[in-house]
């Protein structure tokens, strides 16, 4: 049996007329006739009994018409399933990302995207930036968000956002006085550094602007993290530079002040991803991504 069959068989349950049923198919009655036929031999039971009216349902019938809905009704939502897996509709995004990242525009990226694409299951995962290429490179990850991200042969890299350097200081330090901090300001203070990583990334261009300026850089602490690094500027350690992002912590304890460095510019949030993907939801996602990015 196929499903042309069990449609024409429900036709007919509902109708309960050859003429009626073969009009609402769009079909003429003899291969309606044939069809209802070829089910009642396959199945080796009289679905209907007919009579001058038309045709009623057997016992058989009224159990095989529930079964032949219910069929009809898996095969059309399998279809719209696949149709809507097909345009990225429904799947799963797996993301990396990082500590600092997610405090502001990975979360209307991805609050976007959901609203566009419910049914794409987003999970995230914490990941350095060799964590997050080993990750694309073996499919656990579609795309990655980090900055200062290294050239790989097999990795595209976008920019998503750029973003100011700021200083994180401890409230009742003198330099709170300031409105704006300079890498001079900062020579032989306390500093905490993060990412506390052996690949190329914030904690060494800090360091390369401070030998290039001319200033004393001491690191007090070497972390992982930006939230244990502005732990540690709260507890009056000392004190951090680190991206506009991370005001948005709001520790008490806390004051930050915009820096200026000819060094030291805006930073870039990329993503990153596979050259060679060919998944439709991460092209969808990469669409919001340039969408978006312009009201940055």
Same mark, same amino acid.
């Given at each position: 049996m196929?499903l =042309?069959?069990?449609?024409?068989?429900?036709?007919?349950?509902?109708e309960q007329? /050859?003429?009626?049923?073969?009009?609402?198919?769009?079909?003429?009655?003899?291969?309606?006739?044939?069809?209802?036929q070829?089910?009642? !031999?396959?199945?080796?039971?009289?679905?209907?009994?007919?009579?001058?009216?038309?045709?009623?349902?057997?016992p058989?019938?009224?159990l /095989?018409?529930?079964?032949a809905?219910?069929?009809?009704?898996?095969?059309? &939502? #399998?279809?719209?399933?696949v149709?809507?897996?097909s345009q990225?509709?429904?799947?799963?995004l797996?993301?990396?990302?990082? $500590?600092?990242?997610?405090l502001?525009i990975?979360?209307?990226?991805?609050?976007a /995207?959901?609203? !566009?694409?419910?049914?794409?299951?987003?999970?995230?995962?914490?990941?350095?930036k060799?964590?997050?290429?080993?990750?694309?490179? &073996?499919?656990?990850?579609?795309?990655?968000?980090?900055r200062?991200?290294?050239?790989?042969?097999?990795?595209?890299?976008e920019?998503?956002?750029r973003?100011?350097?700021?200083? #994180?200081?401890?409230e009742?330090?003198?330099l709170c006085?300031?409105?704006?901090?300079?890498l001079?300001?900062?020579?032989?203070?306390?500093?905490?550094?993060?990412?506390?990583?052996?690949?190329?990334?914030?904690?060494q261009?800090?360091s390369q602007? /401070? !030998?290039?300026e001319?200033v004393k850089?001491?690191?007090?602490?070497?972390v992982? &993290?930006?939230?244990?690094?502005?732990?540690?500027?709260?507890?009056?350690?000392?004190?951090c530079?680190t991206?506009e992002?991370?005001?948005?912590?709001?520790l008490?304890?806390?004051?930050?002040?915009?820096?200026r460095?000819l060094?030291?510019?805006? @930073?870039?949030? $990329?993503?990153l991803y596979l =050259?060679d993907h060919? $998944?439709i @939801?991460?092209?969808?996602?990469l669409n919001? @991504?340039r969408?978006?990015?312009?009201?940055?």
């Amino acid at each position: 049996m196929d499903l =042309k069959q069990m449609r024409y068989f429900i036709a007919l349950a509902e109708e309960q007329n /050859f003429g009626r049923a073969a009009e609402r198919l769009h079909i003429t009655q003899p291969p309606l006739t044939r069809n209802i036929q070829a089910l009642e !031999q396959e199945l080796n039971a009289e679905l209907f009994l007919r009579n001058s009216k038309g045709a009623v349902l057997t016992p058989a019938g009224e159990l /095989f018409l529930i079964k032949a809905r219910h069929i009809l009704s898996l095969a059309q &939502d #399998a279809s719209e399933q696949v149709r809507l897996a097909s345009q990225g509709f429904i799947g799963q995004l797996d993301v990396g990302i990082f $500590s600092s990242g997610i405090l502001n525009i990975i979360p209307q990226l991805l609050g976007a /995207f959901h609203v !566009q694409r419910p049914e794409v299951k987003i999970h995230l995962h914490s990941m350095g930036k060799a964590e997050q290429i080993a990750a694309l490179r &073996d499919q656990r990850i579609l795309i990655g968000f980090n900055r200062l991200v290294p050239k790989e042969p097999d990795i595209a890299v976008e920019w998503v956002r750029r973003e100011p350097y700021i200083v #994180a200081l401890y409230e009742g330090h003198p330099l709170c006085e300031k409105e704006v901090i300079t890498l001079a300001d900062l020579d032989n203070q306390p500093m905490i550094m993060y990412p506390n990583a052996p690949m190329h990334g914030m904690m060494q261009v800090i360091s390369q602007a /401070f !030998q290039q300026e001319g200033v004393k850089l001491r690191i007090e602490q070497a972390v992982d &993290d930006v939230m244990t690094s502005m732990a540690l500027v709260a507890s009056r350690f000392g004190l951090c530079i680190t991206t506009e992002s991370a005001s948005n912590l709001r520790l008490p304890g806390i004051v930050y002040r915009p820096l200026r460095s000819l060094e030291l510019q805006d @930073i870039e949030l $990329s993503c990153l991803y596979l =050259k060679d993907h060919d $998944s439709i @939801i991460l092209t969808a996602f990469l669409n919001l @991504i340039r969408e978006m990015r312009r009201s940055f």
